[in-house]
């Protein structure tokens, strides 16, 4: 069974860093692309972003580049993403998911997420 | 950046109606266009990937149509449990969700 856990979230203020974590099992993590998305309180879907099965490419929606990065671990079968200079537009669920192979970034599965609050 | 547009943005229709949702990119995006519902407090889930592929484990009165441009996605016969938002998605680029209820 797929499986996939975040952790790392939690309050942090603004301008402050948090790195969350996602634990895969119940697959081949190597060969997926994954992504992270992420959703504020109330509203829609907001993809983050992905990286490549072997961690060789990453891609990053506008408002977080520079600032997040992520990665991953394919020894422990984790990805991770780093966040830096976080703003109140950061708070939200943050979801990591598997992309279906073939590309169009389709999540087919996904953690139960992780909740980030920037606030002073 | 390609922009997605959704509509409706809210809809609500009797069980067993025929609920149809459109969605529409700025630009040619060939069938790289999927569709998630996320029920109230739940995880969201693919429905459809690359335009009109169902998903395994999918009910079959879901389906999806499209390429370019303009794509639609319909429930052919709308059940209680189909309560949801509905989201189109084209790579990183979500389209802003069709809230769906029960009339």
């Not at chain 1, 402050?16 to 997926?32: E, P, V």
């Not at chain 2, 407090?41 to 390429?67: M, W």
Request: net charge positive; aromatic share 10%; proline share 4%.
């Amino acid at each position: 069974e797929v499986q996939l856990v975040e952790s790392g979230g939690g309050l942090v203020r603004p301008g402050g860093s948090l790195r969350l974590s996602c634990a895969a099992s119940g697959f081949t993590f190597r060969n997926y692309w994954m992504s992270w998305v992420r959703q504020a309180p109330g509203k829609g879907l907001e993809w983050v972003a992905n990286i490549k099965e072997d961690g060789s490419a990453k891609y990053y929606v506008d408002a977080v580049k520079g600032r997040f990065t992520i990665s991953r671990d394919n020894a422990r079968n984790s990805l991770h993403l780093q966040m830096n200079s976080l703003g109140a537009d950061d708070t939200g669920l943050y979801f990591c998911a598997r992309e279906r192979p073939g590309g169009a970034v389709a999540a087919d599965y996904w953690g139960q997420g992780t909740l980030v609050t920037v606030s002073s | 950046d390609i922009q997605m547009t959704q509509s409706p943005s809210s809809l609500s229709a009797s069980v067993g109606d025929r609920v149809t949702i459109t969605c529409q990119a700025s630009q040619d995006i060939s069938n790289k266009l999927n569709w998630y519902q996320q029920k109230p407090g739940k995880v969201p889930k693919l429905l459809i990937y690359d335009a009109s592929n169902l998903e395994r484990g999918v009910p079959s009165r879901f389906s999806g149509r499209g390429s370019g441009t303009d794509f639609t996605f319909t429930i052919s016969s709308l059940q209680p449990e189909d309560i949801a938002t509905y989201y189109c998605q084209q790579y990183g680029t979500f389209g802003p969700g069709t809230k769906v209820a029960i009339k």
